[in-house]
């Protein structure tokens, strides 16, 4: 039998205060006051329970904690379109964040119908990481309340009642889009897979394959991964008295998700049953049966979910031909505050921000039916050297200055440098000479810091470091003219490194764990991690060449400014080698060591002098 989750030292060490810092992080997104019948004319909401049955056999029954929140006038003989969502990570219907969609778009014009995931709030049931089978099923049965062919019960009553008042394409078939962000941006995928009702869905921060999340090229993001279960284990325990059985075995969590916790903070790496579980419950592994418009919505600032997981997403629905755009927006789990005047949907309209317009576009597109609403460009990106406006009367309209817009998208780099002696990066193959730069973790400590994750501010986030002797760099000459990164950088390295090409043949632990970023140096030598991404990879062969792709990247290099690679034996926030393991970093034109880097033009250096 799996075993329960063993407390790890940096959950036994968060306090009350770290827990709430927990559960605004994972149920990120724009704030805004909770909302009640009274508070709003227009509109009232009704707080409802629904039964369901998930599960692979749709055998095990739990209840659904829900608000619908109806336009006034609407009946059955004036029917209305309807948006479903539900919350991040760690909230429940009643967070800041699904009020707010609740009260955005039910005063244009929809009823919404925002529930308490599986395992949240006062839902029953465990956690199953928006699992089709489990979490899409129950939302499947959402939409049915919306189609009217299942019962809701009212709170304060003890009569099943079946909802009139949607708007239909035909009989059973609600106009229903859905919107959400981060752990509810996933569970749409996971509904749409299986119901054809979905008209369009907008997926805001959220994940392509959890497998790479969590545990990025085999190497456990063990901060994160602690924040995970602080909050799911806290949720379980506040609703223990209406379901005591969540908190049985593995506290609120499917029993796999405890193997893999506690092997991700042991061994540093996840475990066969664990990568399933994290598969299955990822858009990656069924993206074919998802034929929705997507509208999907990536954060720059974003550790957690990084925009690899939204370029992936849209590559592949894309090919399929589903309809898809794409937007990058300024904020995401590692930065929860948007730009000025770009998405609040607790103002007094949706069309007051520049991506609430966007996305009631979409809506109004795909399930009100209008063909006059715009969808928007292909693809576009939030720009943070571009200034604009930011006054609040100006800033919703005149923030669309700061996106950039592109009618195709690739992400793949179209500028390659070349790693050269011991600390330098060419732009050409021919400039390369031959040399080698080395380092060693002299203990299984981490010995550099990105970020620490989940939680924001300088007081809490220190400036990125390196420690001397633990990391090697590799830095351009000055650039002679802006350089704007929009995309994934990828990095290639010849290696040698003999204790873990000795010890590599028995398994992952063996294998030699590193991490690659790329940093802004400044004219006075300054640097800077952008949004603190990195790269870790658990180097399955040391003796053949390591590829290595990198977080996706919105960053304009300045004029006179260098792009400097560095590799790095650890990082605070990751798990990371456990023995020594001295490695060396080959260059020259030879070596095969690169960095193709994805660039809006062409990058242009000054002479060398």
């Known amino acids: 039998m799996p075993q329960p989750l063993r407390t790890t030292p940096l959950i036994a060490a968060l306090s009350t205060a770290a827990l709430a810092a927990t559960g605004l992080a994972l149920a990120t997104g724009p704030q805004a006051s909770a909302a009640t019948a009274d508070s709003t004319p227009g509109y009232s909401v009704t707080a409802l329970t629904v039964p369901v049955k998930v599960g692979p056999n749709r055998d095990q029954a739990c209840t659904v904690d829900a608000d619908l929140y109806l336009p006034d006038g609407a009946s059955a003989t004036h029917k209305v379109p309807a948006i479903l969502s539900t919350h991040g990570f760690g909230g429940d219907k009643a967070d800041s964040n699904q009020t707010a969609i609740g009260k955005g778009f039910v005063g244009q014009g929809y009823a919404v119908l925002s529930y308490s995931g599986l395992g949240f709030g006062k839902t029953t049931c465990k956690i199953t990481l928006d699992d089709p089978d489990y979490d899409g099923l129950a939302g499947k049965q959402m939409v049915d309340v919306l189609a009217g062919t299942r019962a809701y019960t009212p709170a304060g009553s003890t009569t ?39 008209d369009a869905i907008i997926p805001i921060i959220t994940w392509n394959d959890l497998s790479y999340s969590l545990a990025p090229h085999g190497v456990a993001k063990k901060e994160w991964i602690d924040l995970f279960s602080v909050a799911g284990v806290a949720s379980g325990a506040e609703n223990a008295p209406a379901d005591p059985d969540t908190l049985a075995g593995c506290p609120n969590f499917t029993d796999q998700a405890c193997v893999g916790i506690t092997a ?74 948007p730009a000025p005047g770009e998405l609040d949907f607790g103002a007094k309209s949706l069309r007051d921000s520049y991506l609430g317009n966007r996305f009631l576009n979409w809506m109004n597109h795909y399930v009100r039916g209008d063909d006059a609403s715009t969808t928007g460009p292909q693809f576009e990106y939030f720009r943070d050297w571009v200034k604009y406006d930011t006054s609040p009367a100006k800033a919703g309209t005149a923030i669309a200055a700061a996106y950039a817009r592109i009618a195709s998208f690739s992400g793949a780099p179209t500028n390659t440098l070349y790693f050269s002696g011991a600390d330098q990066l060419k732009a050409s193959k021919a400039a390369a000479v031959v040399g080698s730069a080395s380092y060693a973790n002299v203990s299984a400590a ?78 006075d030598g300054s640097k800077v991690l952008k949004n603190r991404l990195i790269a870790p990879i658990r180097v399955s062969d040391v003796t053949k060449l390591v590829t290595l792709q990198l977080p996706g990247l919105v960053h304009r290099f300045a004029t006179g400014h260098r792009i400097q690679v560095a590799v790095a034996a650890s990082d605070a926030a990751y798990a990371g080698n456990t023995l020594p393991q001295p490695v060396t970093v080959v260059s020259g034109p030879s070596s095969g060591s690169t960095v193709g880097l994805p660039i809006v033009g062409k990058l242009a250096f000054q002479p060398a002098g």
Request: charged fraction near 15%; avoid cysteine; glycine fraction near 10%.
């Open 160 to 198: 099943p009642t079946y909802l009139r008042s949607i708007a239909t394409q035909k009989a059973g078939d609600p106009r229903v889009g859905m919107i959400g962000g981060s752990y509810g941006g996933q569970i749409q995928y996971a509904v749409a897979r299986q119901d054809p009702r979905i």
């Open 446 to 523: 981490p010995t550099s810091y990105s970020e620490t994750s989940g939680l924001e501010g300088g007081q809490v986030n220190q400036e990125p470091f390196d420690t001397p002797g633990t990391f090697v760099s590799f830095t351009s000459d000055a650039l002679s003219a802006p350089a704007d990164v929009v995309g994934s950088p990828k990095v290639t390295l010849r290696l040698s490194a003999p204790t873990a090409s000795a010890s590599q043949p028995g398994g992952q632990s063996g294998q030699l764990v590193l991490f690659a970023k790329v940093y802004d140096v400044a004219p």
């Open 264 to 337: 991700m903070n042991t061994v540093g790496y996840p475990d066969a049953g664990t990568l399933a579980l994290a598969k299955h419950a990822s858009v990656a592994s069924y993206v074919k049966q998802v034929k929705a418009p997507t509208l999907l919505v990536q954060g720059q600032k974003d550790t957690l979910f990084n925009l690899n997981e939204a370029m992936a997403t849209y590559s592949s629905l894309k090919a399929q031909g589903t309809p898809v755009k794409m937007v990058w927006q300024s904020w995401g789990h590692s930065g929860s505050a």
